[in-house]
Each structure stands twice: as structure tokens, then as C-alpha cells.
């Protein structure tokens, strides 16, 4: 693995990776080959931890959360699940921690209000990047070297996490990703449409040839459903904590879609193939864009 030789003011000098699955162990993975840079993990896994401990590059390893936090830190980065996220956010808190404190939730809010409630140093962040897989086994650097990532500041924090949002900033641009900023609020409003919406929709499909066809579609299908449907193959345990810690954006978003889908159906009761041909071609210039539109984003 090559070396990157980090200027003499890193902005952290101890990072702490909580949460070795796909998201954290790439992390973890990425700050790996920076001279300078003491890394420490924790995860609850007994294989990933078993796995952990071979990698000569992490200084410390523990399955005690306790022990987490109370090591001499810069950085504590969550990379839990969302519950499990508010529930270190909350032992921090407790124990009243002056490192700074980030996370990469797939939705921002509760992690958000609990660490504005603990008094923490904190910005969230979220890297956008992922597979249909899960697990350290298959996390890699390279998933989010040059990813988009976005970094969710409020200004409730004061002061304190300006200077963190700029070491935020620095840190992960050595990684090559494109940073954008936005409130956890906002974050929460757009992602509940474009990630988990996609999820949710892509699991209906997917159920609904399971329970229309069974498994006795499953030779037949082509790459179209495959491609619609493939999201709806990662882990349920991870999402099912952020639907449902999105769920006020996601109600109104299935809603919109609802809408479409009745749409669609009135067109094909009517026969009207003018009206389907109108609806589809808006639909299908838009989807087009996305394509050639801002930073190329791996998923």
C-alpha cells in the first residue's frame, strides 16, 4: 500500500473509527497509509474485531465501547448505525470528552440534536458511496477515495465547529472527495429522495415479483430488473434504522410517488398511449442527466 506523506499540521493527529462495516472500514482504510496519523478502532463484531487485530496499521482495537471513549483522541468518527451512533454520542457526553466528534449516518437528524444536546464538538458527514454488500470483509479505500461527501454543520454549535468543519474539510479532501456543505435538515429532505427513497422503491419491486411471481420468476428476470432492484439486495438491518429515523421525509416523499404510480395507471386505464408517451419522455429526459450532472458519485 503506498505512502502519503502528510504537511507538517495535520488536522488530526488520533482518529478513533467506531463501526468497522462497509462505510467505516473504508474509512479506516483510506486514513490507513498517512504517515502520522495514530488510528484506533472499535467495533462489537468478534470476527471483524478478530480480523482487526491483524492489521498492523491500527494502534488500538477494542470491542469495549468504554474503553473507545476514553482513549486520547483528536477525532472520535461514528460509523454505526444510526441507534448505535446516539448511544455513543450519549456515553461522550457522559463522560464529558473534549475531542471532536463526527459521524457518516445515511440521515443526520437524531445524531444531530443528540450531540447538540450533549454539548460535544460535532459536525456529521456523509460519505456518498456504498454497495449492496455490507461488512469490513468487503470494504475497500478505494470506495471513498474521491467520492462526494457532504459535511452537515449547525450553527447551534457556535464557534467550536468552525474550526472543526475546516478540519473536516482538509481531512477529507486528502482523500480526493468533493465536499459539499448543508444542514442536517436539508441533508435528511434530499436523501430521503434520492437514497432512501430508491431503496424503499426498489425493495416494492422487488417484493412485488415475489409475491405476484415467487421465486419462480427468478430465472426469467433480465438485466432491467436486476439493475431497478439491486439496492433493494443490501442488508435490511442498516436500513430499516434510517428509514425510520427519515420517516417524516419518506412519508411525504412515498406519497409523491403514489401520485406518479396512480398517474400511470389512470393513463393505462384510459388507453391513452399520447399521454403515456408525454409522461415517460419528461421522465426519461430527466433521468439522462444524471448521469452527466456534478462529481461522478461511486455506489
Known amino acids: 500500500m503506498p505512502k502519503f506523506k502528510l504537511p507538517p499540521k495535520l488536522p488530526f493527529r488520533s482518529i478513533g473509527v467506531a463501526g468497522l462495516g462497509l462505510i467505516g472500514g473504508s474509512l479506516a482504510k483510506a486514513f490507513s497509509p ?14 471483524t474485531i478478530k480480523e482487526a487485530r491483524k492489521i498492523r496499521r491500527f494502534s488500538q482495537v477494542t470491542d469495549d465501547p468504554e474503553e473507545f471513549a476514553l482513549w486520547p483522541l483528536d477525532l472520535a468518527y461514528l460509523c454505526l448505525p444510526v ?82 468543519l475546516a478540519k473536516l474539510k482538509a481531512l477529507h479532501e486528502r482523500l480526493g472527495c ?13 436523501y430521503a429522495l434520492v437514497s432512501h427513497l430508491p431503496y424503499l ?40 434504522e434510517v428509514v425510520m429515523d427519515n420517516a417524516e421525509n419518506l412519508e411525504k416523499d412515498l406519497g409523491a410517488l403514489t401520485e406518479v404510480l396512480n398517474q400511470m395507471r389512470e393513463i393505462l386505464k384510459a388507453k391513452d398511449s399520447g399521454r403515456m408517451m408525454e409522461l415517460l419522455e419528461t421522465i426519461s429526459a430527466f433521468r439522462r442527466q444524471v448521469d452527466s450532472f456534478g462529481p461522478k458519485i461511486k455506489s
Open 34 to 47: 498517512f504517515d502520522g496519523l495514530k488510528l484506533s478502532v472499535f467495533d462489537h463484531d468478534p470476527h
Open 83 to 164: 441507534a448505535h451512533n446516539v448511544a455513543m454520542i450519549r456515553r461522550l457526553g457522559r463522560l464529558k470528552v473534549a475531542y471532536a466528534v463526527t459521524d457518516s449516518g445515511s440521515s443526520k437528524n437524531s445524531t444531530n440534536e443528540a450531540a447538540l444536546e450533549e454539548g460535544l464538538n460535532f459536525c456529521g458527514g456523509h460519505p456518498i458511496a456504498g454497495k449492496e454488500v455490507a461488512g469490513f470483509a468487503h470494504s475497500t479505500a478505494d470506495l471513498i477515495r474521491e467520492c462526494l461527501f457532504i459535511l452537515t454543520p449547525d450553527p447551534r454549535f457556535g464557534p467550536r465547529q468552525t474550526s472543526l
Open 178 to 190: 468533493k465536499i459539499r456543505l448543508m444542514s442536517p435538515a436539508a441533508h435528511d429532505h434530499l
Open 201 to 240: 422503491t426498489a425493495s416494492a419491486l422487488a417484493g412485488t415479483a415475489l409475491n405476484l411471481g415467487g421465486p419462480e420468476v427468478l430465472p426469467w428476470v433480465g438485466t432491467g430488473f436486476k439493475d431497478t432492484t439491486r439496492v433493494g439486495a443490501s442488508p435490511p438491518a442498516k436500513w430499516v
